[in-house]
């Protein structure tokens, strides 16, 4: 055995910096100087609204997120995991279905609809109630018979020859007068 046993690799100064800094617990310590280009960072904070790219964007709980068009549309229609008003939670289809409704679970709408029975009031929310979805009924059939009578439903056989099956005009004329008259029966009904 060699007792003049020298390590004979010489050490690059990034190697003695990288020992240092693992040793001080500097785990993302620089080991080297680098020049050239350089892109800059902004750091933004929670609520900040930037654009980049023709994109918003913003820090909502920590989180970087994309602001869209349909960001409105998609709050509307979000259920929150507790009721608002007593903090309960909405696991339950019926508490679902009255928060879709009312904006709270269903025992604070009995809660609501039995103060109303105190006050003498609930009549009157009833048939607001009632009004309001006669009101969207009457206007869903009208859409569905103006849409079920201008549609052309034409064919083509396999022959190549074009069928059409509704040609009947005066059969969609009676069929339109008879739900226009539908309609305003209803109306006279709803205030």
């Known amino acids: 055995m060699n007792n003049d046993s020298v390590l004979k690799k010489e050490f690059k100064k990034s190697d003695v910096q990288r020992v240092r800094n693992l040793v001080n617990k500097d785990f993302t310590g620089a080991t080297k100087s680098q020049s050239g280009y ?15 790219d ?13 602001i869209t068009k349909l960001d409105s549309a998609k709050k509307s229609i979000r259920i929150p995991l507790i009721c608002p008003k ?24 009995v809660d609501m609809e039995h103060k109303l029975k105190l006050a003498g009031l609930y009549k009157q929310y009833e048939q607001r109630m009632l009004q309001g979805n006669m009101k969207v009924f009457a206007q869903d059939i009208e859409a569905w018979a ?26 969609n004329k009676e069929f339109l007068s008879d739900i226009k008259e539908y309609i305003q029966h209803l109306s006279k009904h709803i205030k």
């Open 146 to 171: 103006g849409e079920l009578v201008n549609t052309n439903d034409s064919y083509v056989t396999e022959g190549g020859d074009i069928e059409d099956w509704r040609s009947n005009n005066q059969k």
């Open 38 to 52: 350089k892109k800059s960072y902004k750091r933004y904070k929670e609520g900040d609204i930037w654009e980049v």
């Open 86 to 109: 007593c903090s309960k939670s909405l696991k339950h289809h019926l508490h679902t279905k009255m928060y879709k409704i009312h904006g709270f679970c269903l025992d604070c709408t």
């Open 54 to 66: 023709g994109r918003k964007w913003t820090i909502k709980n920590g989180i970087k997120q994309n």
